[in-house]
T-cell receptor, first 111, second 115 residues
Framework: AQSVTQLGSHVSVSEGALVLLRCNYS??????LFWYVQYPNQGLQLLLK??????LVKGINGFEAEFKKSETSFHLTKPSAHMSDAAEYFC?????????FGKGNQVVVIP | DAGVIQSPRHEVTEMGQEVTLRCKPI?????LFWYRQTMMRGLELLIY????????DSGMPEDRFSAKMPNASFSTLKIQPSEPRDSAVYFC?????????????FGPGTRLTVL
């Protein structure tokens, strides 16, 4: 079954610093991968998705992710963190008619 | 578009009571998903409908949980009887066709507390 692993439940980053959230996937078929963001007391919102068209995927709010098959990874980055990036971020993989979500990373932005 | 609408936003009930959560998907979307989010278990898919038909209910925890989708614009998730361990945030999401690259659009969730 397809699955994703996100390490480090809480990530602290200084305002203006690089945001890096790691996601590794396990899939027996070419994966379709997603990053979602959840702001406090809200539902999840799509940041970006990989559908095999291009390995570097650009999303909303300045985020991007690179699909690396050799590393089975789909890490999320943003060059410069903003206070508004404080949220929980989920990586997900599609398989068996469903999205399988990781445990999430709670991002705290330090002024 | 109003997005996915869920009601109520918050529900507090006592153990043993029946709870009904409601969802209105985005118009034109053919697939609807119910999720549960807890600190311990993260985000879990409970059930998935396509064209109003339940396709996969393997995530429904037990017989106390039931879900219906009587038409394309409305779905309910019912818990009867409710238990304290059911306390969680329940999300409804919809997508165009439930396909492998479809974006799922989430509602704001219902925070359920069972005392």
């Amino acid at each position: 079954a397809q699955s994703v692993t996100q390490l480090g439940s809480h990530v602290s980053v200084s305002e203006g610093a690089l945001v890096l959230l790691r996601c590794n996937y396990s899939s027996s078929v070419p994966p379709y991968l997603f990053w979602y963001v959840q702001y406090p007391n809200q539902g999840l919102q799509l940041l970006l998705k990989y559908t095999s068209a291009a390995t570097l995927v650009k999303g909303i709010n300045g985020f991007e992710a690179e699909f690396k098959k050799s590393e089975t990874s789909f890490h999320l980055t943003k060059p410069s963190a903003h206070m508004s990036d404080a949220a929980e971020y989920f990586c997900a993989v599609y398989g068996n008619n469903r999205l399988a979500f990781g445990k999430g990373n709670q991002v705290v932005v330090i002024p | 578009d109003a997005g996915v609408i869920q009601s109520p936003r918050h529900e507090v009930t006592e153990m043993g009571q029946e709870v009904t959560l409601r969802c209105k998907p985005i118009s034109g979307h053919n697939s609807l998903f119910w999720y549960r989010q807890t600190m311990m278990r993260g985000l879990e898919l409970l059930i998935y409908f396509n064209n109003n038909v339940p396709i996969d209910d393997s995530g429904m925890p037990e017989d106390r949980f039931s879900a219906k989708m009587p038409n394309a614009s409305f779905s309910t998730l019912k818990i009867q009887p409710s238990e304290p361990r059911d306390s969680a945030v329940y999300f409804c999401a919809s997508s165009l066709n439930g396909g492998n690259t479809d974006t799922q659009y989430f509602g704001p969730g219902t925070r359920l507390t069972v005392l």
